[in-house]
C-alpha cells in the first residue's frame, strides 16, 4: 500500500502530485498492479531478462578472454577432469574452476562448447539474482519495490556486456550478491529470535550464504571481500555486532572454507604445491599491495582518487538517483522492513566502494559485485518518488536529474547515430529507427515529468534501456571483432593441418583462434621438448621464435605460412621435420 502525505493545500504543489499519484495506486484497477499479483510480477522480471540478460546470447564470436575461458571450459568437457583449469595440457590456476566447470555443464548435452553455451552460464546467473532481488526487496518494502530493483538492476554498461559474455564477472557478481541477500535474510531472522528453536531457522540461511561465499571463490577469490565489507558494517549499524560470533556463522563458515580447502587439496594433489602457490602468489598481490602493483605512485594516486567517480559514473543514470537515499531522514520514511532494506543497499555499496577505492586494482570490472548495491539504493529511491513518501524539495531535485538523465540520452541517440552510420553503413535504416525511437522516448519521458507523472517517467527509462541493448547487439557486437577475424585464421590452420595431428604452440597467447580451430592444440616450453619421431609436426610461432629457429640445426621448416595473430602481431604456422645429416635445411614460405 503507498504512503500517503497529508493533503497539500495548492494545486501547484508538487506533493500534491505525487498524493495525487499515490492516491491513484491504491486505488483498484482492472490494469495490471504489480502490488498485487506477484505470478506476473515473476514473469514480467523472466521477460525482462530475456531482452535484457539473454538476447544477443548467439550474436558474434567470442570476443577477448571469452575465449580463453571457453577453450578451458571445452578442455574441461573433453578430459572430464573439473578440478584443475587447464590450457594446451598445462594447469592454468590464475584464476578457480567456477566459470569453467559452468560452461563445460552448459555444453554437456551438446557434447561440444560452442558460443552461446559459453555464454550461458552467464545469462543464467544474470537471471538468478534479478529473481533473488525481486525476492528481498518484495518482502521488505512490497512487490512494487521488488519489480523496480529486479527491472533496473541490469540497466547498466558493465550488465549489459557481461550477461551475454562467456566471463567470469558475471557469475560473480551472483555469487556475491546472492551471498548478501542470505545474509540480510539470517540477520532478519535473528532479529526476531527470541528463542534457540526460533534462531534454529536462522541457520539455513547462514549455510546458503557461506555457501555462495564459496562459489564465490571458487570463481574469482575476491568473494569474502565484497562479503564481510558489507556484513560487517550492517551488523554493526543493526547494534548485533555479536551475530557474525554465533555458532550459527561460524560453523556455516567452516562449512564453506571445507569445501574451498577441498577443492585447493585435490589440485594440488594433481598440480603440486609450487605451482598452486606461485601462480595464486602472483595473481593476488598485484591486487592487494601497492608495492606489487605496476604503476608509479603518482598513477596509483590518480587512478585511487578517480575510482569511485569512474564506478558512479559507469553507473548512471542509476547512481545519481541512488544519491537520493542520502537525503536526511530518509530513513524516517520507511517502516522497520524497509529501513533494514535501506541500511542492507548502503552496506553493501559505500564500504565496499572504499575498500576497492583503497586496493591498488582499480579494473572497473573487479569492482562489479558492488553495482546491485547502488542500484538497489536507485529502486529504493524511485520507490519513494513513486509513492509520494519524498518532500516537495526532495521529488524536485529527483524529477530535475531524472529530465537531464533523459536529455543526456536525447543527445547520445542523436550522436550515436551519426557514428552508427559511418560504422554500419548496411545497416543504416536500423541505425535511424533505434535514433529516433530514443529521442522519441525522451521526449515522451520529459512530458511526462511535466504532466507529473512518474510511472511514465520510470517507463521512458526502461525503454530506452531496451534501445541502448538493441544498438549494442546489433551494432556493435557483429564489428567488435573486426580486423581480429578469429574463425577465418582458424580455417587457414584446419586447412593446413591435418585432422589427427596436434599441434604445438609455445609462447603464443591467443586463446580466439585456438577455439575456433577446435583441434587438440600442446604447449611446450622449449622445442626441444617436441615429439622425437621422424613424422612431419606443426608449430605456430611468434615472429621472433621463428626468426630464432628458422636456421636452427638439427630441423628442417618444410612449410612457413604467415599468420596475423588477432592483434595483428605477425604469427608463422610452421610444418617441422627432424633434420637427417644428408639433408640441409629447406624453408618454402606459402602465401
Known amino acids: 500500500m503507498a504512503v500517503v502525505h497529508s493533503s497539500p493545500r495548492t494545486s501547484g504543489d508538487p506533493s500534491l502530485r505525487n498524493w495525487r499519484f499515490a492516491l491513484h495506486l491504491a486505488k483498484p484497477s482492472r490494469s495490471f498492479d504489480p502490488t498485487c499479483s506477484a505470478i506476473l510480477c515473476l514473469l514480467g522480471v523472466v521477460l525482462w531478462s530475456g531482452v535484457i540478460c539473454w538476447h544477443g546470447l548467439t550474436v558474434g564470436e567470442l570476443y577477448r578472454t571469452e575465449a580463453l575461458r571457453a577453450i578451458i571450459g571445452a578442455e574441461m568437457l573433453r578430459s572430464g577432469d573439473w578440478i584443475v583449469p587447464r590450457l594446451y595440457g598445462e594447469p592454468l590456476l590464475t584464476k578457480p574452476p567456477g566459470m569453467y566447470a559452468a560452461i563445460a555443464a552448459a555444453s554437456w548435452l551438446r557434447g561440444e562448447v560452442v558460443e552461446w553455451t559459453a555464454r550461458l552460464p552467464s545469462a543464467f546467473s544474470a537471471t538468478v539474482l534479478m529473481l533473488l532481488l525481486y525476492w528481498y526487496f518484495a518482502r521488505n518494502v512490497g512487490r512494487l519495490g521488488g519489480l523496480i530493483a529486479a527491472l533496473i538492476t541490469p540497466c547498466t554498461m558493465l550488465w549489459l556486456d557481461k550477461a551475454v559474455a562467456a566471463e567470469i564477472d558475471m557469475l560473480q557478481v551472483f555469487w556475491v550478491g546472492a551471498a548478501l541477500l542470505f545474509f540480510f535474510r539470517a540477520v532478519e531472522a535473528e532479529e526476531a529470535a527470541d528463542e534457540l528453536r526460533s534462531r534454529l531457522a536462522a541457520w539455513p540461511w547462514w549455510v546458503a550464504a557461506l555457501l555462495c561465499v564459496a562459489g564465490g571463490v571458487l570463481t574469482k577469490w575476491t568473494a569474502p571481500a565484497f562479503f564481510y565489507a558489507a556484513a560487517i558494517p550492517f551488523v554493526i549499524w543493526r547494534r548485533h555486532p555479536l551475530i557474525l560470533l554465533s555458532w550459527r556463522h561460524l560453523t556455516a563458515a567452516v562449512l564453506a572454507a571445507g569445501v574451498c580447502l577441498a577443492w585447493v587439496a585435490l589440485v594440488v594433489s594433481q598440480a603440486g604445491w609450487d605451482t598452486f602457490y606461485t601462480t595464486v602468489r602472483n595473481e593476488a598481490l598485484p591486487r592487494l599491495s601497492h608495492s606489487h602493483h605496476v604503476g608509479g605512485f603518482w598513477e596509483q594516486f590518480g587512478e585511487t582518487i578517480l575510482h569511485p567517480f569512474k564506478l558512479l559514473a559507469v553507473n548512471l543514470p542509476w547512481s545519481g538517483f541512488a544519491l537520493a537515499s542520502l537525503f536526511p531522514g530518509f ?200 615429439p622425437k619421431n621422424e613424422q612431419a609436426v606443426w608449430c605456430i610461432l611468434q615472429q621472433d621464435e621463428f626468426d630464432e629457429f628458422a636456421h636452427k640445426p638439427g630441423w628442417e621448416v618444410t612449410t612457413a605460412i604467415p599468420l596475423e595473430d588477432e592483434q595483428g602481431d605477425p604469427i608463422v604456422l610452421v610444418e617441422l621435420r627432424r633434420q637427417s645429416e644428408e639433408t640441409g635445411v629447406l624453408v618454402a614460405i606459402c602465401y
Open 331 to 530: 530513513l524516517k520514511l520507511w517502516d522497520e522492513c524497509g529501513r533494514r532494506l535501506v541500511q542492507a543497499m548502503h552496506c553493501w555499496t559505500w564500504p565496499n566502494l572504499i575498500l576497492w577505492t583503497i586496493l591498488p586494482d582499480h579494473a572497473t570490472r573487479h569492482s562489479f559485485p558492488l553495482f546491485a548495491g547502488i542500484t538497489g539504493l536507485a529502486a529504493i529511491a524511485w520507490l519513494a518518488y513513486l509513492e509520494g513518501r519524498l518532500s516537495p524539495t526532495q521529488s524536485r531535485w529527483f524529477a530535475r536529474f531524472a529530465a537531464l538523465s533523459l536529455a543526456v540520452f536525447a543527445v547520445g541517440a542523436v550522436s550515436g547515430s551519426l557514428i552508427g552510420f559511418q560504422l554500419a553503413i548496411s545497416l543504416w535504416w536500423l541505425v535511424l529507427l533505434l535514433s529516433g525511437i530514443g529521442c522519441w522516448l525522451a521526449v515522451a519521458g520529459l512530458h511526462a515529468l511535466r504532466q507529473a507523472q512518474p510511472g511514465r517517467v520510470f517507463l521512458a527509462f526502461l525503454f530506452t534501456w531496451i534501445i541502448v541493448k538493441l544498438a549494442f547487439v546489433h551494432l556493435y557486437v557483429p564489428i567488435r571483432n573486426h580486423g581480429r577475424q578469429p574463425r577465418e585464421k582458424a580455417a587457414i590452420l584446419t586447412q593446413h593441418v591435418s585432422e589427427g595431428k596436434t599441434l604445438y604452440v609455445f609462447r603464443l597467447k591467443d586463446e580466439g583462434i585456438m577455439f575456433y580451430y577446435g583441434r587438440p592444440v600442446v604447449r611446450l616450453r622449449h622445442i626441444k621438448d617436441l
